[in-house]
């Protein structure tokens, strides 16, 4: 039985990465995890007794500890989820970005470049893989129309996506200079079940239901290509499995919608699911539909207009596609949410999640 790490796998996509990683392959998972604001124990509780899973609290950027890690566990392979990964945060204190995102990559490469170096054979550099996962947000902004493929320049515009980009660079070096067996995902917009509030698909859900204003960044223009993040694991796994060290793979499920589009749709269903009429809360907010606590709020600065990206690659050479629309999952996501109250109100108990981060205003 060969051992996965996972980092970062008790945030939102990790621990369902680790779920379907458990359910769907033979593999040990081993959970790294700084448990930062972002990490939740809450996240693992399904599998907490699971017999192949193990919880290791750990700093990726620590490099005695993640060469600690590395000797117990000697990994076949690397899922590097850890990141400090909200825009808005990067704008108030980038220093954590470039720390986890850059150097804990790197942290993680060079205890991987040792791993195999000292196993010493072909065998173990065949076997072993790196993912890093990363983001459409390091290919830049787009205009109104195109995609980026994997040729696409890397044109970062925030700290959060240039830290991204520089971890990318890395895993391309590491596999180039060393013989690392690197791959990087480019995953869009993720949205699903155990996703922090402080984002806008589960901020707006969240706000709404307790009748309050639903925050639209600017004139809500800016477009993002949604991915369900079971869409966005089944993909890694993939890439795990049978992707080429050297690649990467952009994964998008090609759901362009504006922010006003994602947050009319939220309104949309949740007059179905939970009708305002119905709803004490926007009663008391003095309104009749959820629509009405939309809210132009001021812009992010360096907000990036358009993400898009042409996922071809993943879906001809490793036969990837979302397994439903973007409606049906922003349904299923919206019941998530109203399903589960005691996750909401425990990620949420030191009531710093929904605060307007990364303003000028600010
Ligand atoms: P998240 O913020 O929900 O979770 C991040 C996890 O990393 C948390 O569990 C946190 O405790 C852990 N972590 C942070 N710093 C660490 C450190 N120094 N050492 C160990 N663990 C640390 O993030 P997410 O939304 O699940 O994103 C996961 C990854 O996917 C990130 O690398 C992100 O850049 C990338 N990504 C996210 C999206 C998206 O839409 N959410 C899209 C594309 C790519």
């Not at 990067?90 to 942290?107: L, W």
């Not at 369900?228 to 998008?252: F, S, T």
């Not at 362009?256 to 119905?278: K, Q, S, Y």
Request: glycine residues 8%; neutral net charge.
């Amino acid at each position: 039985m060969s051992t996965w790490l996972v980092t970062g796998g008790a945030g939102f996509i990790g621990c369902n990465f680790v779920r379907a990683a458990l359910d769907s392959t033979p593999h040990r998972v081993v959970v790294v995890d700084k448990l930062t604001y972002a990490g939740r124990t809450e996240n693992l509780e399904a599998v907490a007794s699971h017999p192949r899973y193990a919880f290791i609290r750990a700093d990726i950027a620590d490099r005695a500890a993640v060469a600690a890690v590395f000797d117990a566990e000697q990994p076949s392979a690397v899922v590097n989820f850890a990141a400090e990964s909200h825009v808005d945060r990067s704008i108030d204190g980038p220093a954590a970005f470039v720390q986890t995102n850059i150097v804990g990559a790197f942290e993680l490469l060079e205890a991987s470049r040792e791993l195999l170096a000292r196993s010493g054979g072909e065998r173990a550099r065949r076997d072993f893989r790196f993912v890093q996962i990363s983001s459409d947000e390091v290919y830049g902004s787009l205009g109104a129309t195109g995609a980026f493929d994997e040729a696409s320049p890397l044109r970062p515009s925030s700290v959060y996506s240039a830290s991204k980009a520089a971890a990318e660079h890395l895993v391309r070096a590491y596999c180039a200079t060393f013989g690392v067996p690197g791959i990087v995902t480019n995953g869009s917009n993720n949205f699903g079940p155990h996703q922090l509030p402080e984002k806008l698909i589960p901020l707006t859900i969240l706000n709404a239901i307790e009748g309050k204003p639903l925050p639209i960044y600017g004139d809500g223009g800016n477009v993002r290509d949604w991915l369900y993040v079971a869409d966005q694991c089944d993909a890694i796994l993939r890439i795990l499995e049978h992707g080429r060290p050297g690649e990467k793979y952009n994964v998008g499920a090609g759901n362009e919608r504006t922010n006003l589009e994602v947050v009319d749709a939220i309104c949309d269903e949740l007059e179905r699911a939970l009708p305002a009429a119905r709803n004490a809360a926007l009663g008391h907010a003095g309104v009749t539909r959820y629509a009405e606590l939309k809210q132009f709020v001021i812009d992010r600065p360096g907000h990036d207009r358009r993400y898009a990206v042409d996922a071809t690659k993943i879906r001809r050479e490793l036969g990837w596609r979302p397994k439903l629309g973007f409606e049906a999952r922003l349904r299923e996501t919206i019941r998530w949410y109203l399903d589960n109250p005691r996750w909401c109100a425990s990620v949420e108990s030191d009531g710093s999640q929904r605060v307007r981060r990364g303003s000028p205003a600010a």
